[in-house]
């Protein structure tokens, strides 16, 4: 979940309002955002968060205003016809089908479920939601739980068939990324490519906790790095041991700037499965003695910028220091897509590439 829904959500919880979550569940042909896509609507029009602006942002506000009157969920479709996009500027000809939820946080019920569904997000719990957005039996749309990474569940889809879906895909419980319509039929069995009407549609929510760049290295490539990452939402921390470089006139953009020893530097921040650590030190002693102090830490993503020959080389001086050769290979190197980026904004592009693609789970 982004970090400006999270905080809205936190917002509507201190003042125990309410407030509409739209959520993009299923897209067909070209749209401005795709699948998991949210935004928040409350009751005084205020919007946190986009589907893609334009036409299409506009009616689904005005749908998102009327389950804030009528007190309860509902799906919303949006055809994105060539002409209609055109007028707003947006080169769109798809469809898009929305799941509006509604939220009273004077209701206990509601605030005590999203206060816990935040705070497992927040301390790396990898909660999956769990919604049912349509069904034969119109009282259980609305109805949710989440499971976080240990199998705990909270909440309830008020259907022991659809609970029983749920405990016979474990692998619902790590989803990382990708959010999923699922559809069932009248006995809670996947449909498949038919023209059977689903009985039962449940949206998978992956955790998405916010994303963290650490960037040790600040270097023209840690500069790049820092201001394209910000552009795309992420909390930035740059650690240098130059108070040159490391300064927060320099890196304006980061959330927290570091000048410091990068071994000890690195043992006074937390890494987390929501962090991606970049290495781009300016030479080979410092960026072993970063490999050698995140490479055991549970990061989503290591990647160490340097030729393959230099790589190969750190990489044997680790093993012989003890550093199992599996652990070892986590590490992405030579780091980034191969686009033939040269210049430091163009292998911040690369890197960035591949970080959202490995957030993605994009094989």
């Excluded at 309860?72 to 947006?90: I, P």
């Excluded at 946080?105 to 569904?117: Q, T, V």
């Excluded at 080389?313 to 199992?324: D, K, R, T």
Aim: with cysteine; glycine share 10%; aromatic share 6%.
């Amino acid at each position: 979940m982004e970090k400006e829904i999270i905080q809205g959500f936190k917002t509507a919880l201190e003042q125990k309002g309410k407030v509409a979550l739209v959520t993009v569940i299923n897209t067909i042909g070209s749209t401005p955002r795709k699948v998991g896509a949210r935004m928040l609507v409350f009751p005084d029009g205020t919007m946190v968060g986009t589907i893609g602006g334009g036409c299409g942002e506009a009616d689904a506000r005005r749908e998102a205003l009327n389950v804030l009157a009528s007190e309860k969920g509902a799906r919303f479709s949006l055809n994105l016809t060539l002409d209609v996009a055109e007028e707003e500027g947006m080169v769109c000809g798809g469809r898009m089908d929305f799941y509006i939820d509604y939220f009273n946080f004077l209701d206990a019920k509601d605030h005590e479920f999203m206060s816990r569904y935040l705070s497992q997000l927040e301390n790396y719990k990898e909660p999956v939601l769990i919604t049912v957005v349509d069904s034969v039996e119109p009282d259980l749309v609305g109805n949710k739980l989440y499971i976080d990474k240990e199998g705990n569940m909270e909440g309830t889809l008020g259907s022991e068939l659809l609970e029983q879906w749920l405990k016979n895909n474990p692998k619902i419980k790590t989803t990382k990324s990708v959010p999923v319509l699922a559809q069932l039929d009248s006995q809670g069995q996947p449909v498949g490519n038919t023209k059977e009407k689903a009985a039962y549609q449940l949206f998978v929510t992956p955790p998405d906790s916010e994303l963290e760049l650490i960037i040790l290295g600040g270097g023209h490539i840690g500069l790049a790095l820092a201001t394209m990452a910000k552009i795309i939402g992420y909390k930035v921390i740059v650690i240098d041991d130059r108070p040159s470089f490391a300064n927060p006139v320099r890196f304006h953009m980061a959330d927290q700037v570091i000048c410091n020893d990068f071994e000890q530097a690195l043992q006074e921040i937390k890494i987390s499965p929501a962090s991606y650590v970049v290495i781009v030190t300016r030479g080979h002693r410092h960026d072993k003695v970063c490999l050698k102090g995140v490479i055991q830490k549970p990061a989503a993503y290591i990647g160490m910028i340097g030729s393959r020959r230099r790589v190969k080389a750190l990489l044997a001086s680790l093993e012989e220091e003890g550093i199992p050769s599996e652990t070892l290979q986590k590490l992405y190197s030579p780091i980034g897509l191969k686009i033939g980026a040269e210049t430091p904004e163009e292998l911040a592009v690369c890197i960035l590439g591949e970080i959202i693609k490995v957030n993605k789970g994009v094989e």
